[in-house]
């Protein structure tokens, strides 16, 4: 399950397209996912890239990153190999 705060932050530049099948969303500008356990590290990837321009997704460990995967295609990934549920290679 999307945290509370991944799930606001797609509904900020995600536009859902109707669908009978499934759910699809589209990115309306370019995007950057950001992936890393250690909030002190996320907090300061964060801290650049809010006024880039970009849609910024987050995730906090593995698991989420590949959630958010099923949904959207970022741009461009910002991946820590050294998760604490699984590796960046996963």
């Not at 932050?9 to 536009?15: A, M, V």
């Not at 699809?24 to 300061?44: C, F, G, M, N, R």
């Not at 958010?68 to 590796?87: E, R, Y």
């Amino acid at each position: 399950m999307l945290s509370q705060q991944n799930t606001s932050i797609c509904r900020e530049f995600l536009k859902k397209e109707k669908s009978p099948m499934e759910p699809h969303y589209q990115i309306t500008k370019p995007s950057v996912l950001v992936v890393d356990d250690h909030p002190e590290q996320l907090k300061a990837l964060l801290t650049k890239l809010q006024h880039s321009g970009y849609g910024l997704l987050i995730a906090q460990n593995g698991k989420e990153a590949l959630e958010l995967l099923a949904l959207v295609q970022p741009d461009i990934i910002l991946l820590d190999i050294k998760l604490s549920d699984m590796d960046g290679f996963e």
